[in-house]
């Protein structure tokens, strides 16, 4: 008679290297955001495993042969009491689409799923009362809108430029903020230079983004670097929610994408866009990126230009509110990060 042992593990230590290989054999990884991990073992031979990332219940996994004796369960338990002893009391999971109906009889379910993933959430969890209350506080009419999805880290002229276009070309347009606080300008300062910056046109209006668009919970490769094939799975994921559930309630019937040079999930995630939307009735505008002085105006460049400390280069590529804020006290402490840092967010 053997006996099953559950139990957390040093994530920094030789027992991760272990419970990856233990993953690999799954074809599964360990996700770079993992902040807790738990498994099962009969004696040194692992035998199930399971993480999460705040909200986010991932790499999961149980060998075949002990499948059906309950240590899925164990599992799940386990990690569930610990995150709700943290406060987290509603989770997302992470699996293939053919284990769906396990995590179903959990109470899990189903959000959306792709050919090589599904999103479940927790059962006290409702995606479609969530994007309601998001439309009711909003304030919006029910007319025909545009949308666009921004970081703005931080906000520059080639966010004006793609916004005032939307602008140009709509009756209502609906900017919606990455609310995931993982850039290296906090979402408060993100969301109010965005407001500032686009104060003069009526007939936008500034949203947080919210849990189901590019958050951890839908999309967590964006703010990590991961390999491209599951970039492209959460890509596909985040776009299929947009489309299936956000764009019906606030009646959104374009969607407009900044072309992208330098940031490779961005233009995957465009591409993701333009393949995904139309099947919801959601046309994407693609719009090109200005330039000034041969350089096209990104977030990106903007932070490489303050690494740098080339001032007068900045000052041409970001509105009047940005360049204040980014002289001011407040931004001291967000440019030492940005200057210690190579995130690409």
């Not at 909200?55 to 002990?66: H, L, M, N, S, T």
């Not at 569930?80 to 987290?88: A, L």
């Not at 990126?289 to 230009?305: F, G, N, P, W, Y």
């Amino acid at each position: 008679m053997y006996e099953i042992v559950v139990h957390k593990i040093d994530i920094k230590s030789h027992m991760r290297e272990k419970t990856e290989r233990f993953l690999a054999s799954f074809g599964l990884a360990m996700d770079g955001d993992v902040e807790y991990t738990i498994i099962a073992r009969i004696g040194d031979r692992i035998i199930g495993t399971c993480s999460f990332a705040g909200k986010v219940i991932k790499c999961f996994a149980v060998a075949k042969e002990y499948q059906n004796i309950g240590i899925s369960e164990r599992l799940l338990t386990e990690i569930t009491n610990v995150m709700f002893d943290r406060g987290i009391q509603d989770s997302f999971i992470f699996t293939r689409p053919e284990n769906k109906v396990l995590f179903e009889g959990f109470g899990f379910k189903e959000i959306y799923a792709t050919d090589s993933i599904a999103l479940l959430e927790s059962g006290s969890r409702d995606i479609k009362g969530y994007i309601a209350r998001m439309f009711k506080n909003s304030g919006l009419d029910g007319g025909e809108k545009a949308a666009l999805v921004v970081n703005c880290n931080p906000f520059t002229l080639g966010h004006r430029y793609l916004i005032q276009k939307a602008s140009e070309n709509n009756i209502q347009v609906v900017v919606f903020v990455v609310e995931e606080d993982l850039s290296l300008f906090p979402f408060p300062v993100r969301m109010n230079l965005i407001k500032e910056g686009l104060k003069d046109l009526e007939n936008v209006t500034v949203l947080p983004g919210g849990e189901y668009i590019i958050s951890s919970g839908t999309f967590p490769t964006y703010f990590l670097r991961e390999d491209e094939e599951k970039d492209k799975a959460y890509q596909s994921l985040d776009a299929g929610i947009f489309g299936k559930y956000i764009a019906p309630v606030f009646n959104i019937k374009k969607r407009y994408l900044g072309t992208e040079t330098y940031s490779k999930t961005t233009d995957e995630y465009n591409q993701a866009m333009i393949d995904i939307l139309p099947n919801y009735g959601v046309e994407t505008v693609l719009v090109e990126r200005i330039e000034v002085d041969s350089k096209i105006v990104s977030a990106s460049t903007v932070r490489q230009l303050i690494r740098e400390d080339r001032w007068s280069e900045i000052r041409v590529m970001v509105p009047d509110s940005t360049y204040n804020y980014l002289l001011s006290d407040e931004a001291i402490p967000v440019i030492e990060n940005i200057k210690k840092s190579n995130s690409r967010h």
